[in-house]
């Protein structure tokens, strides 16, 4: 199987932060790649602000936050993927982009190496077709907050061989993770049961039946979810929610999938969520 070492990340974003801080924990030598030095940077130094935190609450010491930040390298040169055993693709969930840059890693990544995608909802077949190995493609689907949450769903396209996806398999576990093997269907397991129920909370509200705290207490404490959909949504971003929802809508053609007006809406008003600070709450 093959034998994964130095694992690449694309994208800085809420996930690839994650991703990045769930590999060094499990030992691996990480490189982050954004498109800029800037963004890379203020990435490390999210991940370092968490640890300073962990430490005050006696959750960490100082010898793992060297020891975690120390295997983490942040780069804006793709070709500092070049080396890795696995990359894992963790930028905006837009089909179009992640084609392009699986068309680019191609040129770039040992001929060897796995590429996977950490996309919710996209077809991973399409971006393995933009490889010249798509039996080394396949979806690692980890949840937000990676470091915190212990689903990982690894999507098998139709080209995906068996050793690929049990490299997957054994990487999820290495990170400490539940992995569940899933085909490459819009939304997976967790995101096609997950997105009708979140789009059905903003439609009640639409209509009026109860107020956003009233519906995210009622979820809560009716059944014993640990937030509401609209904390939810804010955490995940209302944007990729709306992708999510759009890719799903593509596939199935299921009502139930159609992004309702005002999420939209919130979207082009820059209203994202807890990474701008203003979504259905304010932080
Ligand atoms: N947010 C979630 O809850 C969640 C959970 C699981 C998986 N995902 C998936 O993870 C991926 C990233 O989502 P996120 O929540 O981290 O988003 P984000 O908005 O926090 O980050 C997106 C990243 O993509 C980069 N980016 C944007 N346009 C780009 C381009 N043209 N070329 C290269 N990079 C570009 C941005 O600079 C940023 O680093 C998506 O595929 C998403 O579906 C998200």
Not at 73 to 83: M, R, V, Y
Not at 209 to 221: L, N, V, Y
Not at 239 to 257: G, K, Q, R, W
Request: with cysteine.
């Amino acid at each position: 199987m093959t034998e994964i070492k130095k694992v690449g990340i694309l994208g800085s974003g809420i996930m690839g932060a994650g991703l990045a801080e769930v590999a060094a924990r499990a030992g691996f030598d990480v490189v982050v790649r954004s498109r800029s030095l800037q963004t890379a940077d203020a990435m490390i130094a999210s991940i370092d602000k968490g640890f300073a935190k962990a430490i005050e609450r006696g959750k960490s010491t100082e010898d793992e936050r060297a020891a975690v930040l120390g295997r983490i390298s942040a780069t804006d040169q793709l070709g500092a993927l070049a080396d890795c055993d696995l990359v894992i693709e963790s930028v905006v969930e837009d089909l179009a982009v992640k084609k392009a840059l699986f068309a680019e890693l191609e040129q770039i990544v040992k001929p060897s190496g796995i590429i996977a995608t950490n996309t919710s909802t996209l077809p991973v077949v399409e971006l393995a077709m933009q490889t010249k190995r798509p039996d080394k493609v396949c979806g690692i689907h980890f949840f937000n907050p990676a470091p915190a949450m212990k689903l990982v769903e690894v999507v098998r396209p139709l080209t995906a061989s068996d050793e690929t996806i049990a490299a997957a398999m054994a990487y999820a576990t290495a990170c400490g993770k539940d992995a569940v093997e899933v085909k490459d269907r819009a939304g997976f397991i967790v995101n096609a049961l997950l997105f009708p129920y979140l789009n059905n909370a903003v439609r009640i509200w639409e209509q009026g039946t109860a107020s956003i705290e009233s519906i995210d207490t009622a979820m809560k404490g009716g059944c014993n979810f640990p937030m509401g959909p609209f904390a939810l949504l804010d955490l995940v971003g209302l944007d990729t929610s709306v992708a999510i929802l759009d890719a799903l809508h593509a596939e199935f053609a299921d009502p139930n999938y159609a992004a309702v007006p005002t999420l939209r809406r919130m979207v082009a008003a820059g209203h994202l969520g807890r990474k701008t600070k203003r979504g259905f709450y304010s932080y």
